[in-house]
Nanobody, 120 residues
């Protein structure tokens, strides 16, 4: 089970840190991803990190602004979001899978989502 938190309302240029807490003993063996979905749009890839934290991938739209990290001892993955823009407004979902991929199809388990709203 995945529980995402940390969303909220922030002004453009501000920062937020999302957290995704996982239950279960096998968290450290899963690759973890963040996706986002704006109203009326498809779920888009944001960032992913492999099981050890040694490999990361980012969408071009967030590269240089967002940082994904994980703490396997705490069963938690994070998404640090800086220099937020109104177009970052979406529901953000964390996901767990066995393949480090950018497609939602790569992930088997999903959290419930947390809403991020960036005002201009």
């Amino acid at each position: 089970q995945l529980q995402a938190s940390g969303g909220g309302l922030v002004q453009a240029g501000g920062s937020l840190r999302l957290s995704c807490a996982a239950s279960g003993r096998s968290f450290g063996s899963y690759d973890m991803g963040w996706f986002r979905q704006a109203p009326g749009k498809e779920r888009d890839f944001v960032a992913t990190i492999n099981w050890s934290g040694g490999s990361t991938l980012y969408a071009d739209s967030v590269k240089g602004r967002f940082t994904i990290s994980r703490d396997n001892a705490k069963n938690t993955v994070y998404l640090q979001m800086n220099s937020l823009k109104p177009e970052d407004t979406a529901v953000y979902y964390c996901a767990a899978g066995r393949v480090l991929g950018t497609s939602p199809m790569s992930y088997s388990y999903w959290g419930q989502g947390t809403l991020v709203t960036v005002s201009s």
